[in-house]
């Protein structure tokens, strides 16, 4: 059974940083591209970042490019998502998900984790 725990979400002041881990069970990491999504209360679920298999392709949501950086860790079955610089904006819960690229993320989700910022 594939299972990934989110995990390293809490409540920050603006301009803190964060590092939210991703640790997948059941399945090798080295063979999926992984990536991280959002979803702010009100608001649809959006993407933030992504790693291919062969960590040659990196994605970022463009207003996140300079303040996110994402890495993995295959050796652990973990997936990184380091934040600085947050924002009251980036208040959302943080999913992560698997899949063959980047372009197709959703074999399977973790159950999110919860960043909030305050102002």
């Known amino acids: 059974q594939v299972q990934l725990r989110e995990s390293g979400g809490g409540l920050v002041q603006a301009g803190d940083s964060l590092r939210l881990s991703c640790a997948v069970s059941?399945?090798?990491?080295?063979?999926?591209?992984i990536g991280w999504f959002r979803q702010a209360p009100g608001k649809e679920r959006e993407g933030v970042s992504c790693?291919?298999?062969?960590?040659?392709?990196?994605y970022y949501a463009d207003s996140l490019k300079g303040r996110f950086t994402i890495s993995r860790d295959n050796a652990k079955n973990t997936v990184y998502l380091q934040m600085n610089s947050l924002k009251p904006e980036d208040t959302a819960v943080y999913y992560c998900?698997?899949?063959?690229?980047?372009?197709?993320?959703?074999?399977?989700w973790g159950q999110g984790t919860q960043v909030t910022v305050s102002s």
């Open positions: 998900a698997i899949g063959i690229f980047c372009s197709n993320l959703g074999d399977y």
């Open positions: 059941g399945r090798a990491l080295e063979y999926y591209a």
């Open positions: 790693i291919s298999r062969t960590e040659r392709i990196t």
